[in-house]
């Protein structure tokens, strides 16, 4: 029998199988995340005819080399792109992830973990984060029960974000407001008995919504002097006031609200700085250029020299009606220049940086996924709540995962072992980005090319047995 023939097998073997690593590219060049496979050959054998010797110094023969007959070609490596980037299909759903880099999605099915590149997630029935095609869980790490705003990194755990008590975000009291703009003594409204009115707007720890209406009084015959007044404290629901709510004897029900400055109210009597029969309001002085307030000892002390005080802070006291706590607001950013007579002052939940300006009970309205796999819920509210992240792995030698089918690897003996932890995508370099999916990386013009050499291979393997079988043809016809 002649070598050739099998030599011939062979190279067919290896091409045809060299034209499976191909379909199965073309057959996924819409496939997400796909990663293409490129096939590369090595020869099989050789049968030694004749070793090779050396040169005899005796004869002054030279050496001769090997004779070897080769017997024909075998598979050397099937090699996976895995760290070729495919292209951004963009989707606009928000469970939609990319990654950029090496790194995988971590993913479970309950016992044992695997990796992928598809980024195409949905939240199932019970809230968890899962792959859309298989429903296996993806894996990320949980909120610090101590610190809400961090993260807790442990061992991955399915990413359940869809919970009841992520549904909502609770209510807050406002625990800080701002008062801010120009006092003008020539204000038409500062001058008359009503006042300029300040209205506050802040909650209670429920989440309802209340008006504390103030009113800004200039002083006669004083330049330098006001007085700010708690007229009423109004609910928003119900329109009723909370300041004067009595029982049948004819007592509060409750502690009324109150306005103090260091600790006192300012009743304003006769002898006092201020006018007559004005009570819980406080003394608002820009004698030394700035906006305080005096304490009660203060205020009625016409002698007293008012440069030297620097309270600019006064308190709402409500911390005596059931769910309420007292407010502390800043008047440090109004000022007392001269406006055209035009007064600008206006009240403000929160200090200037937007703390303790209080919420009423948030919706959730929507889900971001950062691109360092932070997930955050925003509430219709103005909140937004950190609810997981989702953890990365990548391996010391990524193309040696196995492939497991549903666009799913495992790890190997040859790729690395997976800690159990993840880590944080960014820490590599990468990013994962929402509302967009990996493409395959197959590239459809280098696959046909490679369907070309491999047709002509193929072809010219097909010949090598064509012609041998003529040649035993002419062999077996030599008797005739």
Do not use: C
């Not at 050739?4 to 690593?21: E, I, K, N, P, Y």
């Not at 119900?238 to 004897?249: A, H, P, Q, V």
């Not at 109210?265 to 307030?293: E, M, Q």
């Amino acid at each position: 029998m002649m070598r050739s023939l099998f030599s011939g097998v062979a190279g067919l073997r290896t091409h045809q199988a060299r034209m499976d690593v191909i379909g199965n590219n073309i057959a996924n060049v819409n496939t997400t995340a796909y990663k293409s496979q490129s096939m590369t050959f090595a020869d099989l054998m050789y049968q030694t005819t004749q070793a090779a010797s050396g040169a005899n110094p005796t004869t002054g023969v030279a050496g001769t080399n090997a004779r070897q007959i080769g017997l024909g070609s075998k598979t050397s490596a099937i090699k996976t792109n895995i760290s070729g980037q495919g292209s951004a299909q963009n989707t606009n759903d928000p469970f939609d992830i990319m990654i950029s880099g090496d790194a995988f999605f971590v993913v479970s099915n309950g016992s044992e973990n695997f990796f992928t590149r598809d980024g195409s997630f949905y939240i199932d029935g019970k809230g968890n984060l899962a792959m859309t095609s298989t429903g296996y869980n993806v894996m990320g790490w949980g909120v610090d029960p101590e610190n809400p705003n961090n993260i807790q990194k442990a061992r991955v755990q399915a990413l359940k974000i869809m919970t009841e008590e992520n549904m909502t975000y609770p209510p807050e009291a406002t625990s800080l407001a701002t008062v801010g703009g120009l006092v003008d003594k020539n204000d038409p409204d500062i001058n008359n008995d009503d006042g300029r009115i300040l209205d506050l707007e802040f909650f209670d720890n429920q989440g309802y919504k209340y008006t504390a209406r103030m009113s800004v009084h200039a002083i006669d015959g004083d330049t330098g002097q006001f007085y700010v007044k708690l007229d009423d404290v109004i609910s928003e629901s119900t329109g009723r006031s909370i300041m004067y709510e009595l029982d049948n004897d004819g007592n509060y029900t409750t502690d009324p609200p109150t306005l103090t400055a260091n600790g006192n109210a300012i009743t304003f009597g006769d002898g006092a700085t201020g006018p007559t029969g004005v009570d819980n309001a406080v003394l608002l002085n820009y004698r030394n250029g700035k906006g305080t307030f005096q304490s009660i000892g203060e205020a009625h002390n016409p002698d007293k020299d008012y440069t030297t005080v620097g309270n600019r802070t006064v308190t709402l006291g409500l911390s005596g009606i059931p769910n309420f706590g007292d407010i502390e607001i800043d008047f440090s950013a109004t000022s007392n220049y001269d406006n055209n007579g035009v007064a600008t002052i206006s009240a403000y939940a929160g200090d200037q940086s937007g703390l303790g300006e209080g919420r009423r009970e948030g919706e959730l309205s929507g889900v971001s996924i950062q691109r360092d796999g932070k997930i955050y819920a925003s509430y219709d509210n103005g909140q937004r709540k950190l609810l997981g992240q989702i953890a990365s792995a990548t391996f010391a030698n990524p193309s040696g995962l196995s492939k497991e089918g549903d666009n799913l690897y495992s790890a190997t003996l040859n790729s690395g072992d997976f800690d159990g932890i993840g880590e944080d995508i960014t820490a590599g370099g990468g990013k994962m980005e929402s509302g967009v999916l990996e493409m395959s990386n197959v590239d459809l013009a280098s696959e046909f090319t490679e369907m070309i050499t491999t047709q002509r291979g193929f072809q010219a393997n097909s010949r090598i047995i064509t012609v041998s079988d003529t040649l035993l043809e002419e062999l077996t016809n030599l008797k005739r």
